[in-house]
């Protein structure tokens, strides 16, 4: 076997490329830190070569590129440049430049844009047809059609549109867009079209022009436009698909079609030979080529330059787009043969593959590289795409998962109608979030999508993935263990160790033996009252997208009225230090100057809310170049505005029109009064003001992971190499509780309690048992360093899945009402102490 190697992305990916039978080139990423990584997110953008950033930045160096808007040297350099680019793209695509002219945008949204602004002014605006399965940005143009538009359902629509009968009668212009290739299956749309619809309509006064969507297509497929007779009038493509860099579209224009940009009205600096800007309103566009007159302002010429690196770079590497075409197909072919394969044990099929009928892998004519799917448990119970890109994504796989940017072609392969659409938005559905199924469907896809740089190693590890979590084995026992003959009235618990989070998502202060701490309404005292804040978005940061907040470790000092923060290691020389004062009138001396705060608005748990931000320098500056971040110090405001916890619900459940009752939601505007006795107010927690776990269920799934043996990057596992077992501290419980006698450990009994009380003797405090708490990727990230891992989340998605959910310990919430303190932010309503009894009451269905 032939083996050469290339470096792609940054310094930090590290990739080597094996030819086994001709063209069948594989390339293996191994990430950051030598984590192996399974990238499969092609359509989104390829992986760009470091010898292609190498390339770049010599040419920089060596050279001194100008404004091309000049006549120095180095901006003739720039413009020389520019001029030969554009001609090696045109012959990227064997388009002539006699027949076709290339104008260089952001991406292929811009070219669309310019495209469809144009036509918006031509006299009469213009009629619009477009394909099901466009791409977000094609639908959008709808919006700017005066005339009309209609949107082609199916293949068979457009043929008989294509007839010609439709197009009698008709005055104004007209523009037909389709993608070359669907950005959601992969299914491959007939050039022809765009031959035939020219035929067609060629009349000056109702001609229809035709757009293609090629940016999919192009980026593992020859886009040949040697003939410019069946050429597509406008074409749009982004380079970054083809080569990961540089961020760079293209429109290309095939010159019988340039005279419709006559109508366009807009113009801008360098598409003008005079402009008279005075009380005479003229100008005078150029005429020498097309591009001059639509590549508005200063040309983005140093990604132009990167593009040819990145031509040399993509043909050193891989030779042509016909041979990448070959790999990509061989091996988008033999992942959906493995993937269509895949059954429970029961036999029921695991995969849910979206793929046309007139579409096949063996046929480059009708299918690209990508495969999208939904997946079934062996019960026929989809299963949530958010989920599975959770898990995907802490085992190092990247794909991607939603709509997909093609909400036509989405919706008719979900079966979805627009009624039905338009009550999943009233519902609270957004894009981007995790409504996973609705109506007992599900209301996304998940994308797997091949590339140049996609191996067989990639297709293993990610068959694997599914094989390990999602083809379901025959049943071994339940998810609560059997009590036997124990008493569940015995008080056999108690209080093993007591945590409250001060600032959200940041290191934990374990509160000392013998020390009673306040239990309030909204939970332990100083539980979750700080946050960090992102300073430009005001959204709330998490360790889910920034592990290192768990070395932000902070500490209560009661008697000095402070919260001592430290960031970094205790004894590092690097190690930063913060004390803010508990009282919001910063009264103590050496606080005083730092809690200066001023209301922000931030966003917590999709919760809009009104913070306290410190406003010091010093405070955002230390959080900031701590977690490379601009961010600052936030407090939750007094108890007026306290959120309320809101349990998950199904969207089917709701039936109020103000969206869905989400995790810690507002019942009321943060101004109104405080919440009622019988809400369970919060502060910043997620979802409820206390989380408790059990140190046997701990236990247990410690077990579990170490008697699973670790998987190499091919996706087999290694069987003389067990897992590690996890703190329980990546729970971030407030409560752990744990048996009096350890060799009678219960492991997840906590599942069955409705209630319990907390304390001794006559002074035991009440809690009400709110539900489970689901868990997501975040308990992966080990709280003494920062690091994330794929334990625990990998095992309780494969043993405490129920329902769609992976759950693992309890929310519970305080009982009664107790007197306002002195700070007027809350009831005390008792204490609780490391060592207190804890004494569970049971659901009767489970305790019979």
């Not at 523009?175 to 491959?188: E, H, I």
């Not at 100057?593 to 010091?616: E, R």
């Not at 109104?672 to 409820?688: A, F, H, R, V």
Request: include cysteine.
């Amino acid at each position: 076997m032939l083996t050469l190697s290339e470096t792609a992305s940054i310094p930090c990916w590290k990739v080597s490329k094996h030819s086994p039978p001709y063209t069948e080139k594989n390339v293996v990423l191994t990430g950051l830190n030598t984590i192996d990584t399974t990238y499969l997110d092609h359509a989104g953008t390829a992986l760009y070569a470091k010898s292609l950033i190498d390339s770049f930045s010599r040419d920089l160096i060596s050279s001194l590129y100008g404004n091309p808007h000049s006549m120095s040297a180095s901006s003739q350099l720039s413009s020389q440049r520019v001029d030969d680019i554009r001609l090696r793209a045109l012959r990227f695509f064997n388009a002539d430049s006699a027949e076709f002219d290339l104008v260089f945008v952001a991406n292929a949204t811009a070219g669309i844009k310019l495209v469809a602004d144009a036509l918006r002014d031509a006299p009469g605006g213009f009629w619009y047809g477009y394909h099901v399965d466009a791409h977000t940005s094609l639908v959008g143009v709808r919006e700017l059609a005066e005339a009309e538009s209609r949107c082609f359902v199916r293949d068979g629509e457009v043929e008989d549109w294509m007839s010609g009968l439709e197009f009698e009668g008709r005055k104004s212009l007209g523009l037909f867009a389709y993608p070359a290739q669907s950005n959601m299956n992969g299914q491959r749309f007939p050039m022809r079209w765009c031959q035939e619809i020219r035929a067609r309509c060629s009349k000056k006064e109702n001609k229809v022009y035709t757009l293609l969507d090629a940016a999919s297509l192009v980026s593992t497929s020859p886009l040949d436009l040697s003939d410019a007779a069946a050429a597509p009038d406008f074409t749009v493509l982004s380079f970054y698909k083809i080569f990961g860099f540089p961020d760079l579209g293209a429109l290309i224009v095939r010159k019988g079609a340039a005279g419709m940009f006559k109508y366009r009205k807009f113009f801008g600096g360098g598409t003008v030979d005079m402009v008279l800007a005075g009380s005479e309103s003229w100008h005078a566009k150029k005429e020498s080529s097309i591009h001059e007159v639509l590549e508005d302002g200063t040309l983005p010429f140093h990604s132009i330059i990167a593009l040819d690196s990145a031509f040399e770079t993509h043909c050193r590497l891989y030779g042509t787009m016909a041979n990448v075409a070959c790999h990509t197909r061989f091996l988008a072919k033999q992942l959906h043969g493995r993937m269509a394969a895949l059954k429970h044990y029961n036999g029921a099929r695991v995969c849910q593959l979206y793929t046309s009928q007139n579409a096949s892998y063996d046929d480059p004519s009708t299918q690209g590289p990508i495969l999208s799917f939904n997946l079934r448990n062996s019960r026929g119970m989809w299963i949530g795409k958010s989920e599975v890109e959770r898990l995907a994504s802490i085992k190092n796989i990247q794909i991607r998962s939603g709509t997909l940017c093609n909400p036509g072609g989405t919706a008719a392969s979900l079966g979805w109608s627009g009624a039905d659409m338009r009550r999943h938005f009233s519902a609270g559905m957004r894009c981007g979030d995790e409504h996973d199924i609705m109506d007992e469907r599900p209301t996304g896809i998940l994308r797997v999508s091949l590339g140049a740089m996609s191996s067989q190693r990639d297709i293993d590890a990610f068959v694997a993935f599914l094989e390990e979590f999602y083809v379901d084995k025959p049943p071994e026992g339940v998810l609560v263990p059997l009590m036997g003959n124990i008493s569940l009235q015995q008080p056999s618990f108690y209080v093993e160790s007591l945590s409250v989070y001060p600032i959200k998502s940041c290191g934990a202060f374990r509160v000392p033996d013998g020390l009673r701490w306040v239990v309030r309404r909204q939970g332990l005292a100083w539980d979750r009252e700080w946050c960090l804040v992102h300073q430009g978005t005001g959204v709330t940061l998490s360790q889910k997208r920034y592990p290192r907040m768990a070395l932000i470790r902070p500490t209560l000092d009661l008697e000095r009225g402070v919260l001592r923060i430290v960031c970094g290691e205790a004894h590092s020389l690097e190690t930063k230090v913060l004390e803010i004062s508990l009282n919001r009138l910063g009264t103590n001396a050496l606080t005083t100057s730092l809690c200066q705060n001023a209301s922000k608005p931030s966003t917590v748990c999709g919760d809009k809310v009104v913070l306290q931000a410190y406003t010091s320098p010093v405070v955002s500056s230390l959080f900031s170049s701590f977690l490379g971040v601009p961010c600052t110090l936030a407090r939750f405001p007094p108890q007026s505005s306290t959120r309320c916890y809101a349990p998950r619900q199904t969207v089917r459940s709701r039936s109020n029109n103000r969206g869905p009752s989400m995790p810690g939601s507002f019942p009321q505007a943060p101004s109104s009064p405080s919440p009622s006795p019988t809400q369970t107010p919060i502060l910043l927690s997620n979802e409820s003001p206390l989380l408790l776990i059990s140190r046997s269920s701990v236990n247990r799934l410690n077990e579990s992971i170490k008697s699973t043996p670790s998987q190499n990057p091919d996706g087999t596992f290694n069987t003389t190499n067990s897992k590690k077992a996890v703190a329980a501290d990546v729970f971030r419980a407030n409560i752990v509780v744990a048996e009096n006698i350890p060799t009678a450990e219960r492991p997840y009994i906590e599942d069955t309690w409705s209630s319990l009380r907390i304390g001794s003797g006559n002074e035991q405090l009440p809690f009400n048992v709110l539900g489970s708490c689901e868990r997501c990727q975040m308990v992966c990230v080990d709280q003494y360093t920062g690091q994330r891992g794929d334990e625990p989340y990998a095992t309780l998605a494969k043993t405490r899945k129920v329902e769609r959910k992976v759950l693992f310990g309890r929310h519970i919430s305080p009982l009664g009402v107790g007197n306002q303190d002195e700070q007027g932010d809350g009831g005390c309503l008792g204490t609780v102490m490391v060592g207190d009894v804890v004494v569970p009451s049971y659901d009767e269905d489970d305790a019979s």
